[in-house]
């Protein structure tokens, strides 16, 4: 029914606008406004003015809330009762009349909060022509009125299902930059949104995904893995969705990658501007982030920060991101990186920050971020505030919580969800209304993770599973959260020396004395010009000793007169084998 429902008001859409525009004269076409409006529909106001006039300046048609007018901007004064205000999570067509063709107009978006969502689509002759999304205080676009193409796929279009939430693409390897040790063939994805806004049916629609990797001494992209979705006919002004896991590995490797998917069909389209779209994404030997980095190879200041318990997306006192460890008894977190921003009304030198590492264990059906959450890391520093401005933050020492010792490895194939955390209940409070001592946390849209199908064995269990759309008997469902932004986190990796694998045969090496006192003697059967890495940790992982060397002569020797007392393991590792052994000190 939902289905008959949907196709009825595209038709009574297309009737009403042919019948008006009928009523043009000739080389005019009829332009209408279809509003696609956020929870917060009353926020929004838009007009049209000639090209190059700005709001409120030679108006010829404005709709939406007129209190918010175009200085209304991030004023949040709005409400619900005001003068012409859109409904909420809803659409609504907004006629305009005949215009010539080719004229150029602006359109202006101004909305009440500064954070909407509001999606603007201008239909020509009933049609569908583009979409312009308003998601900041005040958005202006340039539109030239041009009839509509017979034959016209886009891609980079933004589904929405009937709970709000949106789909656009996979990016292929998910996070922005992603650990070589951590990425297998169930994080890798391919998935698109293809659009017709042609008037004609297209058929036979595919899409095509590239993989290229840069080289770096040509400066070039060379590709290193393809693969094609199929779509099959496209009826007018409707879209589909496709997706698929990318099993192969061999294109897996420490480097710059970009990803590419265009669309192609029989026909010739009309309209090649809007079939492709590209974006970037790095594989690394330890660093794990989803927010960009700047020149300075630090973590990006982004637009938007949240203070602690006063956003739906911080939990009180609390925000973090999840992140999913295939391999994780390989590696010990080094240190993990934050974007906080100190208000200026900041009135004391400094604030004390947790940074907080969980395990996530499902207990039914969903994720329960009250009971399914088990805290097993954490870290508590002293930032100094620099009022008005943006501090980065680094914590580099996390302590298990359960006996007070040093963190050591995480589990293999375990989620888990890393958090800034904050909260005073003495004086100076984080916030008192007036002053703010706490610290907002830097965050960072992100549309979701990627997709999966719900009968998968290895779906990820990420926060909020929505329903997307059903294709046949395939449920498709999106995980992360879904449209909402994330704290900019950047961790670093390194490796554990207690997972090195044993390979005696391949490096011949004997360690004395054992026990030892003032010096360790290491001899190897080496080959000449191989770097080895020597590292010894104590019982808690903590690293002690690191040193790369050529082993000179077959042998090295390391002083241990400044080690206390106890149990360490000597780690020597290269491309050619693995060697561990514990040894006492006395």
């Given at each position: 029914?939902?289905?008959?429902?949907?196709?009825?008001?595209?038709?009574?859409?297309?009737?009403?606008?042919?019948?008006?525009?009928?009523?043009?004269?000739?080389?005019?076409?009829?332009?209408?406004?279809?509003?696609?409006?956020?929870?917060?529909?009353?926020?929004?106001?838009?007009?049209?003015?000639?090209?190059?006039?700005?709001?409120?300046?030679?108006?010829?048609?404005?709709?939406?809330?007129?209190?918010?007018?175009?200085?209304?901007?991030?004023?949040?004064?709005?409400?619900?009762?005001?003068?012409?205000?859109?409904?909420?999570?809803?659409?609504?067509?907004?006629?305009?009349?005949?215009?010539?063709?080719?004229?150029?107009?602006?359109?202006?978006?101004?909305?009440?909060?500064?954070?909407?969502?509001?999606?603007?689509?201008?239909?020509?002759?009933?049609?569908?022509?583009?979409?312009?999304?308003?998601?900041?205080?005040?958005?202006?676009?340039?539109?030239?009125?041009?009839?509509?193409?017979?034959?016209?796929?886009?891609l980079d279009y933004d589904y929405s299902d009937p709970n709000g939430w949106t789909f656009n693409h996979i990016a292929p390897v998910y996070d922005l930059y992603y650990p070589l040790n951590q990425l297998t063939n169930t994080e890798t994805h391919m998935g698109l949104v293809v659009h017709n806004l042609g008037i004609q049916e297209c058929t036979n629609v595919y899409a095509r995904l590239n993989i290229d990797k840069?080289?770096?001494?040509?400066?070039?992209?060379?590709?290193?893995?393809?693969?094609?979705?199929?779509?099959?006919?496209?009826?007018?002004?409707?879209?589909?969705?496709?997706?698929?896991?990318?099993?192969?590995?061999?294109?897996?490797?420490?480097?710059?990658?970009?990803?590419?998917?265009?669309?192609?069909?029989?026909?010739?389209?009309?309209?090649?501007?809007?079939?492709?779209?590209?974006?970037?994404?790095?594989?690394?030997?330890?660093?794990?982030?989803?927010?960009?980095?700047?020149?300075?190879?630090?973590?990006?200041?982004?637009?938007?920060?949240?203070?602690?318990?006063?956003?739906?997306?911080?939990?009180?006192?609390?925000?973090?991101?999840?992140?999913?460890?295939?391999?994780?008894?390989?590696?010990?977190?080094?240190?993990?990186?934050?974007?906080?921003?100190?208000?200026?009304?900041?009135?004391?030198?400094?604030?004390?920050?947790?940074?907080?590492?969980?395990?996530?264990?499902?207990?039914?059906?969903?994720?329960?971020?009250?009971?399914?959450?088990?805290?097993?890391?954490?870290?508590?520093?002293?930032?100094?505030?620099?009022?008005?401005?943006?501090?980065?933050?680094?914590?580099?020492?996390?302590?298990?919580?359960?006996?007070?010792?040093?963190?050591?490895?995480?589990?293999?194939?375990?989620?888990?969800?890393?958090?800034?955390?904050?909260?005073?209940?003495?004086?100076?409070?984080?916030?008192?209304?007036?002053?703010?001592?706490?610290?907002?946390?830097?965050?960072?849209?992100?549309?979701?993770?990627?997709?999966?199908?719900?009968?998968?064995?290895?779906?990820?269990?990420?926060?909020?599973?929505?329903?997307?759309?059903?294709?046949?008997?395939?449920?498709?469902?999106?995980?992360?959260?879904?449209?909402?932004?994330?704290?900019?986190?950047?961790?670093?990796?390194?490796?554990?020396?207690?997972?090195?694998?044993?390979?005696?045969?391949?490096?011949?090496?004997?360690?004395?004395?054992?026990?030892?006192?003032?010096?360790?003697?290491?001899?190897?059967?080496?080959?000449?010009?191989?770097?080895?890495?020597?590292?010894?940790?104590?019982?808690?992982?903590?690293?002690?000793?690191?040193?790369?060397?050529?082993?000179?002569?077959?042998?090295?020797?390391?002083?241990?007169?400044?080690?206390?007392?106890?149990?360490?393991?000597?780690?020597?590792?290269?491309?050619?084998?693995?060697?561990?052994?514990?040894?006492?000190?006395?």
């Amino acid at each position: 029914m939902k289905s008959l429902a949907t196709f009825f008001i595209f038709l009574i859409i297309g009737l009403s606008s042919t019948s008006l525009h009928s009523q043009c004269l000739e080389g005019e076409a009829y332009l209408t406004f279809e509003v696609t409006t956020d929870q917060y529909g009353y926020e929004l106001y838009f007009e049209i003015t000639p090209f190059d006039d700005a709001c409120g300046v030679n108006t010829l048609a404005s709709y939406g809330n007129t209190y918010v007018g175009c200085d209304g901007g991030g004023l949040q004064s709005a409400n619900a009762q005001d003068n012409g205000v859109f409904p909420n999570s809803s659409t609504t067509l907004e006629e305009y009349g005949c215009i010539a063709l080719g004229t150029q107009i602006n359109i202006h978006a101004i909305d009440d909060w500064g954070d909407g969502e509001s999606v603007i689509g201008v239909r020509v002759n009933g049609f569908l022509t583009e979409t312009f999304t308003a998601s900041q205080a005040s958005h202006s676009w340039t539109y030239t009125v041009s009839a509509p193409n017979n034959y016209d796929m886009e891609l980079d279009y933004d589904y929405s299902d009937p709970n709000g939430w949106t789909f656009n693409h996979i990016a292929p390897v998910y996070d922005l930059y992603y650990p070589l040790n951590q990425l297998t063939n169930t994080e890798t994805h391919m998935g698109l949104v293809v659009h017709n806004l042609g008037i004609q049916e297209c058929t036979n629609v595919y899409a095509r995904l590239n993989i290229d990797k840069l080289n770096e001494t040509s400066n070039t992209y060379e590709t290193v893995f393809t693969d094609t979705l199929k779509y099959g006919n496209l009826a007018s002004e409707t879209s589909k969705i496709r997706n698929k896991n990318i099993t192969d590995t061999d294109w897996y490797s420490v480097g710059k990658f970009r990803y590419v998917y265009s669309v192609l069909m029989d026909e010739n389209d009309q309209d090649e501007s809007n079939n492709s779209l590209s974006n970037t994404f790095e594989i690394t030997e330890d660093y794990w982030s989803k927010t960009p980095l700047d020149n300075n190879n630090e973590l990006a200041v982004t637009n938007d920060a949240y203070f602690p318990g006063t956003n739906s997306y911080v939990d009180a006192y609390e925000w973090g991101s999840f992140f999913y460890f295939e391999n994780g008894n390989d590696i010990i977190i080094d240190k993990i990186n934050a974007m906080l921003y100190s208000d200026p009304s900041a009135n004391i030198a400094s604030g004390d920050v947790q940074t907080r590492i969980y395990e996530v264990n499902i207990q039914g059906a969903g994720l329960d971020m009250e009971t399914d959450l088990t805290n097993v890391g954490i870290n508590l520093s002293t930032v100094n505030h620099n009022p008005g401005n943006s501090v980065a933050f680094e914590a580099s020492t996390f302590y298990n919580t359960s006996n007070g010792e040093l963190m050591g490895a995480l589990k293999n194939n375990t989620l888990y969800y890393i958090s800034i955390y904050q909260q005073q209940s003495s004086p100076p409070y984080l916030s008192d209304g007036q002053v703010k001592n706490g610290f907002a946390v830097h965050g960072n849209s992100i549309n979701q993770d990627f997709l999966v199908n719900a009968s998968e064995s290895n779906s990820f269990p990420y926060y909020s599973p929505v329903l997307i759309t059903q294709q046949q008997d395939q449920s498709v469902y999106s995980y992360g959260w879904n449209g909402g932004p994330e704290p900019t986190l950047g961790i670093t990796l390194r490796e554990n020396p207690l997972s090195v694998k044993q390979n005696n045969a391949l490096l011949d090496v004997s360690i004395a004395p054992i026990p030892t006192k003032n010096k360790l003697n290491i001899n190897l059967n080496t080959l000449e010009g191989i770097d080895y890495t020597i590292v010894i940790t104590d019982i808690s992982n903590r690293v002690i000793y690191l040193e790369k060397s050529n082993f000179i002569n077959n042998s090295k020797h390391i002083n241990t007169a400044y080690l206390a007392p106890g149990t360490y393991i000597l780690a020597i590792k290269s491309k050619y084998g693995h060697y561990s052994q514990k040894f006492i000190k006395n």
